[in-house]
T-cell receptor, first 114, second 115 residues
Framework: QQQVKQSPQSLIVQKGGISIINCAYE??????FPWYQQFPGKGPALLIA?????SEKKEGRFTISFNKSAKQFSLHIMDSQPGDSATYFC?????????????FGKGTHLIIQP | NAGVTQTPKFRILKIGQSMTLQCAQD?????MYWYRQDPGMGLKLIYY???????DKGEVPNGYNVSRSTTEDFPLRLELAAPSQTSVYFC??????????????FGPGTRLTVL
């Protein structure tokens, strides 16, 4: 049972465009929703994260939009650059004592064309 | 700080062999995790630990064992390697404040092939 569904699987965007990646979750106990960025041969690195008490969080060119009623959240990359080309994972974790590991989506391979 | 370190970076095993993947962190984090990443499948949690001497199973623990004798180290043991364990393994850690909002920091990974 996949608890976090991510789409699209791959995405090609022109330089300067907006990249949008969507995720949906099933477990209403989730209370933390991070996005991770991974370059080839490297470990995932936290990009931005949100909690369900806010509907949007922005850090530079990266924005998370969160819709609690729909159980969906998305990553928007504004003014996309070739250096943003990477694999992006959405994830979620619950509040079960704080020991939770992350439940990951399957990832989106993003290519920014110059 | 070196952060989260993992050794080896690459390893090829024969079916039935055993090995230990090493993970260490120098950030004095309480919580540590092992994930495996398969192509197109995201990362799945194998085991985690909330402190020295305390470990618990994640989503895909079969075929693996862990131990946590110190705060810094969290080795992952494969006893009888199988082709299904071919994957990239990531160790992660976080401080752990009782909430699930702490950042998890990932190591560079170990790419394991079982032939």
């Amino acid at each position: 049972q996949q608890q976090v569904k991510q789409s699209p699987q791959s995405l090609i965007v022109q330089k300067g465009g907006i990249s949008i990646i969507n995720c949906a979750y099933e477990n209403t106990a989730f209370d933390y929703f991070p996005w991770y960025q991974q370059f080839p041969g490297k470990g995932p690195a936290l990009l931005i994260a949100i909690r369900p008490d806010v509907s949007e969080k922005k850090e530079g060119r990266f924005t998370i939009s969160f819709n609690k009623s729909a159980k969906q959240f998305s990553l928007h990359i504004m003014d996309s650059q070739p250096g943003d080309s990477a694999t992006y994972f959405c994830a979620a974790s619950g509040s079960g004592g704080g020991a939770d590991g992350l439940t990951f989506g399957k990832g989106t391979h993003l290519i920014i064309q110059p | 700080n070196a952060g989260v370190t993992q050794t080896p970076k690459f390893r090829i095993l024969k079916i039935g062999q055993s090995m230990t993947l090493q993970c260490a962190q120098d950030m004095n984090h309480n919580y540590m995790y092992w994930y495996r990443q398969d192509p197109g499948m995201g990362l799945k949690l194998i085991y985690y630990s909330v402190g020295a001497g305390i470990t618990d199973k994640g989503e895909v623990p079969n075929g693996y064992n862990v131990s946590r004798s110190t705060t810094e180290d969290f080795p992952l043991r494969l006893e009888l390697a199988a082709p299904s364990q071919t994957s990239v393994y990531f160790c992660a850690s976080r401080k752990g404040t009782g909430k699930s909002t702490d950042t998890q920091y990932f190591g560079p990974g170990t790419r394991l092939t079982v032939l």
